[in-house]
């Protein structure tokens, strides 16, 4: 069990509906909000700033446990390794891979989180073990040339919504070891297609009627001034 104090982090910091639907990574679009200007990918940051969205992606027992699982029962993978930890969050992943005995680890991540990041690290007693880096994985400089393992929650809605696949590859690039491991290393996407008859009279058939009606109305009126021309 780790120690997760959200007391303070809770406090003014729960992402708005905007905020969470402004998820577009590594574009350069302008947004102007008075005389503030942030780019697109300031306000994907951002969203991960607050502790809201953190408290539900902790609470998704599926995705915690499926990683606290792939950790915990593979201890000689992590056991005096270097790993880096992309997209490092609360710092949930850096704290697995310490606790089975992780050599040290670096934890990356460029949302305001990774200050509460590093105040879980220091309450669990992880301090000497893990360093969380405040930065983009692409500008950030680590202290080691080659990690040993490289460990990343990156999967988003339809697996790639979030868009950290790129930067996922670019750290597996830049410092993973020849013979090093990522995890995960593969995934699956599956496709079937589904009909939603409610959603499809709401959307289209409700468009067509409209239209149809519309035309009817309009037949109706031509044939009527024709009539009266005669």
């Known amino acids: 069990f780790f120690l997760f104090n959200t007391q303070n982090m809770m406090s003014g910091t729960?992402?708005?509906?905007?905020?969470?639907?402004?998820?577009?990574?590594?574009?350069?679009?302008?947004?102007?909000?008075?005389?503030?200007?942030?780019?697109?990918?300031d306000y994907y940051f951002?969203?991960?700033?607050?502790?809201?969205?953190?408290?539900?992606?902790?609470?998704?027992?599926?995705r915690t446990k499926t990683y606290m699982r792939a950790v915990t029962q593979n201890p000689h993978l992590f056991r005096d390794k270097v790993v880096l930890d992309v997209g490092a969050g609360t710092g949930i992943l850096c704290l697995f891979a310490a606790k089975v005995g992780a050599k040290h680890v670096y934890g990356i991540e460029c949302a305001e989180i990774a200050n509460h990041a590093k105040k879980i690290v220091k309450e669990n007693g992880f301090e000497d073990v893990i360093t969380i880096i405040k930065g983009k994985a692409e500008e950030v400089v680590l202290p080691v040339e080659k990690v040993d393992v490289i460990i990343s929650e990156w999967m988003g809605y339809f697996l790639l919504y979030e868009s950290m696949l790129d930067t996922?590859?670019?750290?597996?690039?830049?410092?993973?070891?020849?013979?090093?491991?990522?995890?995960?290393?593969?995934?699956?996407?599956?496709?079937?297609?589904?009909?939603?008859?409610?959603?499809?009279?709401?959307?289209?058939?409700?468009?067509y009627l409209s239209l149809k009606k519309m035309i009817i109305i309009g037949c109706v009126k031509f044939v009527t001034m024709s009539m009266d021309s005669k």
């Open 14 to 41: 729960h992402a708005s509906k905007e905020q969470k639907e402004q998820k577009v990574h590594g574009t350069t679009d302008k947004v102007t909000e008075g005389t503030d200007k942030k780019t697109s990918a």
């Open 168 to 207: 996922v590859i670019y750290c597996r690039d830049k410092w993973l070891a020849d013979d090093g491991i990522l995890l995960p290393d593969r995934s699956s996407l599956y496709v079937c297609a589904i009909e939603d008859a409610e959603y499809r009279d709401e959307k289209i058939n409700c468009l």
């Open 46 to 62: 951002d969203s991960y700033s607050h502790f809201g969205i953190h408290e539900e992606m902790l609470k998704d027992m599926v």
